[in-house]
């Protein structure tokens, strides 16, 4: 019976790509990711973004022998769990918006564009004067400069809240919850959700 507690005690097996996660931040330094689970092993703290990140070796995956460590960021707006998914939706929409006006290689404008607006080569796309149309107007729906800022950085500058803080001074929670109100109005603005409307 004693060797069957035992056996019953014995911790499962951490995932491979987990455990290659934990190693790396281990030797690394970067243990702020981790936390002890029941059995005293070290796991990654699941629900957070620096959990996500995933940490990439050079040199077979020996940092001890002079492997450069790349870590690869995940997108802010899927990092943060506690957004809703019309906030996640409404924030990508507004990071392609933004992405599609501000292409590379945008021509300038023909000397010889015509009045009418007929072009003879050259110009600027439809769909990137759109997109800069819509930017510009989803931009305006943000009302507010400190909320604007918050979006535009982690929206389209794929800044996270942490980075955002550290840059700062401001509180992590307080750029959060400009953040939500910003990703909020952007909803309401692409008609994903209603304007809440005091009762009374």
């Known amino acids: 019976m004693s060797k069957k507690t035992a056996q019953k005690a014995k911790p499962p097996k951490l995932p491979t790509g987990e455990a290659e996660q934990v190693r790396i931040r281990k ?53 943060i769990t506690s957004l809703s998914r019309q906030q996640r939706e409404a924030g990508m929409r507004y ?17 010889t564009e015509r009045v009418d ?22 931009t305006k729906a943000l009302a507010h400069w400190e909320v604007s800022v918050v979006v535009q950085k982690v929206c389209c500058a794929g800044e996270t809240v942490k980075s955002l803080a550290e840059q700062t001074g401001e509180p992590r929670d307080v750029l959060s919850k400009l953040l939500k109100v910003g990703l909020d109005l952007l909803a309401v603005h692409y008609g994903m959700m209603l304007m809440r409307r005091p009762r009374g």
């Open 95 to 111: 990071r392609e918006d933004f992405r599609v006006s501000a292409q590379d290689g945008v021509k300038p404008m023909a000397l």
């Open 27 to 79: 030797q690394v330094g970067h243990d702020f990711a981790l936390k002890d689970d029941a059995f005293g092993r070290k796991r990654l703290a699941t629900g957070t973004l620096e959990a996500r990140r995933v940490y990439e070796v050079s040199n077979n995956g020996h940092t001890a022998t002079g492997g450069i460590v790349r870590v690869r960021n995940v997108d802010p707006l899927t990092g």
């Open 117 to 138: 607006g007929g072009r003879i080569g050259g110009g600027v796309a439809d769909r990137i004067l759109s997109a800069g149309r819509a930017y510009a107007d989803a």
